[in-house]
């Protein structure tokens, strides 16, 4: 009597790419990129190697999604009309806020892109990019001083430094389901309003 085949499990089937980059960016951040292996990505999915690889070729793939999708809402950022159109200083007032924004509502994700180091091909891509944004928003502020809107006292490079310094601090303490944590738009305005209070130039 022939014994039946057992039907295989639904495990792997219960995974897909979105759902394995999230337990990814989980491990990432806990133990850092060049401290997770594939064996620590295995044990946290609850999957076995190879399963993992039927959906990405490895690691630096799952990473190169991981922050394609935090730089993805950055620079989407930019093409608002809001952040396209007007005198700088409101330009750069969306961004501001809008970076908040991203960065609250991608947490995971921002915060590994902030974590990157550049030993591999994807973190110095990332890098690259991330600079990137960074030098497009400088210049808005740049922008922002030539037209009077903002102060002069203030060198626009340290400006900038002190604008990001504030946002990215943001990944070391918020956390959305935590007990009495505030909601994101409350740190996206209580951001905009230090910000712009101190760098406005007075009427």
Do not use: C
Not at 65 to 72: K, Q, W
Not at 111 to 121: A, F, H, Q
């Amino acid at each position: 009597m022939t014994t039946p085949r057992r039907a295989p499990g639904p495990r792997r089937d219960t995974y897909t790419p979105e759902t394995l980059l999230t337990v990814a960016v989980a491990v990432f951040n806990e133990r850092g990129y060049d401290g997770t292996s594939m064996e620590h990505l295995s044990k946290a999915a609850g999957i076995s190697k190879s399963s993992i690889y039927h959906h990405v070729s490895g690691k630096e793939e799952l990473l190169r999604r991981a922050v394609s999708r935090a730089l993805d809402g950055l620079f989407g950022i930019l093409d608002e009309e809001p952040a396209r159109v007007g005198r700088a200083v409101e330009r750069l007032e969306h961004v501001t806020r809008r970076m908040v924004e991203v960065l609250t509502g991608e947490l995971p994700y921002v915060t590994l892109l902030l974590r990157v180091r550049g030993n591999t091909d994807t973190e110095r891509w990332a890098m690259a990019r991330r600079r990137e944004f960074d030098h497009q928003v400088a210049a808005l502020l740049k922008a922002a001083a030539a037209d009077g809107d903002v102060r002069d006292d203030i060198e626009v490079r340290l400006a900038t430094r002190l604008l990001f310094g504030m946002i990215n601090s943001i990944v070391e303490w918020y956390r959305p389901d935590g007990g009495g944590q505030l909601r994101p738009q409350e740190v996206a305005d209580a951001v905009v309003e230090l910000v712009f209070q101190g760098m406005r130039k007075p009427a």
